[in-house]
């Protein structure tokens, strides 16, 4: 094989990916099903802890301090399995009670170790409550548990531990036929050989299995630590995203109630400006039809032409909302349409600029503002005997002014009718567009409507 060509790995990538996401999946379902996560700690502990009470039943195990079989013997295999019973009912309220577990576990180990001169599995019984208590509780409330529990377990080898568990690990996988070379019974170190010496804690073995024990301890702490911090970190990914959604509805909810007072708007413009004039018409029809039948009949004409244009109004609005703006021409012309159609409802309005060259949107700002400031006119100053209306379009801006001579629309007898949607319409928009709106009556008679809208990029433009 060339020395350059890169070795392959011993576990291909796609064996690695699905190892991977075989542990996700795991930790995925462990974390989605806490009883289950439960079961299999304190079933496993339990049953880690009675393999462990019947490892004491080998006479290569039990040798060196009591007869096999004795009665002794059995009581260190019977306090070894109790033990391990209680741990794992300890185990089971590991999450509801994290440090009555810790607490418990741990004095089981003192307990074990007093009485056998061996831990058995209580010791990891004390690492998986302690992993409990640093998963469920803050650190700063974790930690001087640990610690106890670690001071205690630590103590309680040092002093009272007699049987090396490395070494029974290792001696088992290297037994010697036939019985053991010394007969069953307490002897001293210097009676010891063989294998019977190797199961013998010295002091240094006794240093080892305590500074064992306590990283074992610090190791539930971490990983404890790194579930809490990974479950906070879900925690807070899940309040974003439902934030998120909160936030999403409440958009849409805006942009409903946004379209909704565009609707409200049009329709009012479309419907409130042609039936004003569709009632002038009809009220001007019934007062001449008695001496001119042909003038009563011209006036229905133009009342039903109203109607028309007020359907044709209303499609176009409901159609064109969601779609692209209406063409700014025929805008211009349905502003010369309507203003007619105020002139033949009897409005005397004098008009110049109306057909200027508009953007769209300002075009269509543009004729609903006039319709508007018309409506009002001819429903709150109907004796009025001079309307002026003027449109005019300068570099950056498109400027409307209606003035009348009527009453002012503030006073009782002219505001009879009114909803109070009219101007609040023309000053929304124009302020969508950017644009500002002056109303209020004039000092000598009348009332005065002004309005500028700002045509979209004539802002900063450069003079060439």
């Given at each position: 094989?060339?020395?350059?060509?890169?070795?392959?790995?011993?576990?291909?990538?796609?064996?690695?990916?699905?190892?991977?996401?075989?542990?996700?999946?795991?930790?995925?379902?462990?974390?989605?099903?806490?009883?289950?996560?439960?079961?299999?700690?304190?079933?496993?502990?339990?049953?880690?802890?009675?393999?462990?009470?019947?490892?004491?039943?080998?006479?290569?195990?039990?040798?060196?301090?009591?007869?096999?079989?004795?009665?002794?013997?059995?009581?260190?295999?019977?306090?070894?399995?109790?033990?391990?019973?209680?741990?794992?009912?300890?185990?089971?309220?590991?999450?509801r009670h994290p440090v009555r577990t810790v607490v418990v576990t741990a004095l089981l180990a003192v307990l074990t170790i007093a009485v056998t001169g061996a831990p058995g599995a209580t010791v990891l019984g004390t690492a998986l409550a302690v992993h409990a208590l640093a998963a469920t509780w803050p650190p700063v409330r974790?930690?001087?548990?640990?610690?106890?529990?670690?001071?205690?377990?630590?103590?309680?080898?040092?002093?009272?531990?007699?049987?090396?568990?490395?070494?029974?690990?290792?001696?088992?996988?290297?037994?010697?036929?036939?019985?053991?070379?010394?007969?069953?019974?307490?002897?001293?170190?210097?009676?010891?050989?063989?294998?019977?010496?190797?199961?013998?804690?010295?002091?240094?073995?006794?240093?080892?299995?305590?500074?064992?024990?306590?990283?074992?301890?610090?190791?539930?702490?971490?990983?404890?630590?790194?579930?809490?911090?990974?479950?906070?970190?879900?925690?807070?990914?899940?309040?974003?995203?439902?934030?998120?959604?909160?936030?999403?509805?409440?958009?849409?909810?805006?942009?409903?109630?946004?379209?909704?007072?565009?609707?409200?708007?049009?329709?009012?413009?479309?419907?409130?400006?042609?039936?004003?004039?569709?009632?002038?018409?009809?009220?001007?029809?019934?007062?001449?039809?008695?001496?001119?039948?042909?003038?009563?009949?011209?006036?229905?004409?133009?009342?039903?032409?109203?109607?028309?244009?007020?359907?044709?109004?209303?499609?176009?609005?409901?159609?064109?909302?969601?779609?692209?703006?209406?063409?700014?021409?025929?805008?211009?012309?349905?502003?010369?349409?309507?203003?007619?159609?105020?002139?033949?409802?009897?409005?005397?309005?004098?008009?110049?600029?109306?057909?200027?060259?508009?953007?769209?949107?300002?075009?269509?700002?543009?004729?609903?503002?006039?319709?508007?400031?018309?409506?009002?006119?001819?429903?709150?100053?109907?004796?009025?005997?001079?309307?002026?209306?003027?449109?005019?379009?300068?570099?950056?801006?498109?400027?409307?002014?209606?003035?009348?001579?009527?009453?002012?629309?503030?006073?009782?007898?002219?505001?009879?009718?009114?909803?109070?949607?009219?101007?609040?319409?023309?000053?929304?928009?124009?302020?969508?567009?950017?644009?500002?709106?002056?109303?209020?009556?004039?000092?000598?008679?009348?009332?005065?409507?002004?309005?500028?809208?700002?045509?979209?990029?004539?802002?900063?433009?450069?003079?060439?």
């Open positions: 094989m060339s020395p350059d060509r890169p070795r392959a790995s011993a576990w291909p990538a796609s064996a690695r990916g699905r190892l991977r996401s075989g542990i996700e999946r795991a930790r995925q379902t462990l974390a989605e099903r806490p009883d289950l996560a439960d079961r299999l700690v304190w079933r496993g502990y339990l049953a880690v802890a009675l393999v462990t009470a019947a490892t004491y039943l080998l006479p290569s195990v039990i040798w060196y301090t009591y007869p096999p079989g004795s009665r002794s013997a059995l009581g260190v295999v019977g306090i070894t399995a109790v033990t391990g019973v209680l741990g794992a009912l300890a185990l089971r309220g590991r999450r974790t930690w001087p548990a640990v610690l106890g529990s670690i001071l205690a377990v630590g103590a309680s080898m040092l002093a009272w531990l007699s049987l090396d568990v490395w070494d029974v690990v290792l001696g088992l996988s290297r037994l010697p036929e036939g019985p053991p070379d010394h007969p069953p019974g307490a002897r001293s170190p210097e009676e010891w050989s063989g294998l019977g010496r190797a199961l013998l804690a010295g002091i240094d073995s006794r240093v080892f299995e305590a500074t064992f024990s306590a990283l074992l301890l610090l190791t539930a702490v971490v990983a404890g630590l790194s579930v809490r911090s990974r479950r906070q970190r879900d925690f807070a990914a899940q309040a974003q995203a439902q934030a998120r959604v909160r936030e999403h509805r409440q958009d849409l909810l805006m942009a409903r109630t946004a379209e909704r007072t565009t609707v409200a708007r049009e329709v009012h413009d479309v419907v409130a400006h042609s039936i004003s004039v569709m009632v002038a018409l009809a009220d001007g029809a019934a007062a001449v039809a008695p001496r001119s039948p042909e003038q009563a009949r011209e006036a229905m004409r133009e009342v039903s032409a109203t109607g028309r244009s007020a359907l044709a109004d209303m499609k176009r609005v409901l159609a064109a909302l969601h779609e692209t703006a209406p063409d700014p021409r025929e805008e211009t012309a349905d502003l010369v349409a309507m203003v007619d159609r105020f002139r033949a409802a009897g409005l005397p309005v004098a008009a110049t600029g109306l057909d200027v060259d508009l953007p769209g949107p300002v075009a269509l700002a543009v004729r609903r503002i006039v319709g508007e400031a018309l409506t009002n006119v001819l429903r709150h100053a109907p004796a009025a005997r001079r309307v002026e209306l003027e449109v005019v379009r300068t570099p950056d801006a498109v400027t409307i002014e209606v003035l009348d001579d009527g009453p002012h629309a503030g006073s009782s007898a002219a505001s009879t009718h009114g909803s109070g949607r009219g101007l609040v319409g023309i000053r929304e928009r124009a302020a969508v567009l950017g644009g500002t709106c002056h109303a209020g009556p004039r000092p000598e008679r009348g009332w005065r409507v002004a309005v500028a809208l700002p045509v979209e990029g004539a802002r900063g433009r450069e003079p060439r």
